[in-house]
């Protein structure tokens, strides 16, 4: 991945829902707008409830009962084939307590999630990050 030397950050509104994933910020809210946007640029797939940990921090029972299933989760390409959930803990939870297998998801590349980081530092510490995941999977196939 080469680092656009233009890239914006995603801007941050009152309100907007981010997502912490360390140094790496994304901004749930315009990643949800976009996909309603352009719906067919985003792959929206099923996946396995059990393929997921269960999240470390504490979850509002009012929020996990009021979820709504028929939402799809937001994954985003965190290295190489291997995406994390950013959006959809509460639906996640919920789907277990109720036995629900899989839910849908909306699933970003990392070309497509980047755009929606809300900080440069960001953006240049995950591309080093991702080519830095790129080497270790050409080293290991080699």
């Not at 912490?20 to 996909?35: D, Q, T």
């Not at 792959?43 to 999240?55: G, I």
């Not at 803990?89 to 849908?104: D, F, I, M, P, T």
């Amino acid at each position: 991945m080469q680092a656009d030397p233009t890239f914006v950050p995603c801007p941050v509104e009152d309100g907007d829902e981010l997502y912490p994933n360390g140094i790496f910020v994304f901004n749930v809210s315009r990643i949800l707008e976009h996909v309603a946007r352009r719906p067919a640029e985003v792959a929206l797939v099923r996946v396995s409830v059990n393929s997921f940990q269960r999240w470390d921090r504490p979850l509002v029972d009012a929020h996990v009962e009021a979820a709504d299933l028929a939402r799809p989760v937001v994954l985003a390409e965190i290295a190489p084939g291997r995406f994390n959930l950013i959006d959809g803990h509460h639906r996640l939870e919920k789907a277990r307590r109720y036995g629900v297998e899989a839910l849908s998801a909306y699933r970003l590349t990392a070309a497509q999630h980047v755009r929606f980081l809300t900080s440069a530092s960001a953006y240049l510490a995950f591309v080093g990050y991702w080519n830095g995941k790129v080497r270790e999977a050409e080293e290991a196939d080699a």
